[in-house]
């Protein structure tokens, strides 16, 4: 299920998820225009991603690696950006609207960090450079199932012949959602034991995830939970009534 918008809007400017998403696309960007000019896609995930022979063997030269890399994408398409920077637009104002911008700028690192060190841990002998937002957005996603689990978040409708009963998209609780995100990256996981060469970092998904679990109870310290509307049933998103120019 792919969540496309949240109902629970943020009660200030989530200008730290702003930041986030920009340096994201702009790293992005640049990544694209090294490449058209003539430098090797390969070379550049090497030298800026997270390998975790090179971090085993030198912790302290490479270990700025696992920051840099927490910032690239996959040069060939725009999927893997595109993916990551709705996932972080839907849930990121919310998690930062609950900790506070300084405090939430310093959970994404974390989480971040643990979802490297889950993805390092498993096979710290890979020479397969591993780059991507997806780990610390894991832990944004962990962060708001644990904030606001009844929330009602609007998914696309996967099944063709559902769209008769409930549209292309309806709603489910956060909860729903998120445990769905989490169960499809531990079965792929489990899936990719063993398993030679690229892909997806799905231990990187699910240490973020777990990362995030225990963090935001850390972070939450002092900080009072906000009220909000909770999923009460399975429905399509409410049409909006016609405006004045719309004729029939």
Known sequence: MLP?????????????????????????LWMRAVIAVGYPPHHLLMGY????????????????????????????????????MLFLWIFGDNVEDALGRLRYASFYVLAGLAAAAAQFFIDPTSRVPMVGASGAIS??????????PRAPVTVLNPVLPLWFIFGLSFELPA???ILEYFTVNLLNA???????GGGVAFFAHLGGFIGGLFLIRWFMVGRTRREHEPWSRWRSPPRRPPTRWQTR
Not at 56 to 84: C, E, R
Not at 139 to 144: C, D, F, K, N
Not at 190 to 196: F, M, Q, R, T
């Open 175 to 177: 909860w729903a959602v």
């Open 49 to 84: 991603g997270l390998v975790p022979l090179r971090l085993h063997q030198d912790p302290l030269g490479a270990g700025w690696t696992v920051l840099s890399s927490m910032f690239m994408h996959d040069p060939s398409g725009w999927l893997h950006l595109g993916g990551n």
């Open 139 to 148: 832990g944004v996603l962990a962060a708001y199932g644990s904030l606001y």
């Open 190 to 196: 489990l899936g990719s034991v063993g398993a030679e």
């Open 4 to 28: 496309i918008r949240d109902h629970l809007p943020a009660r200030r400017a989530p200008v730290v998820t702003y930041v986030l998403i920009a340096v994201n696309v702009l790293v992005f």
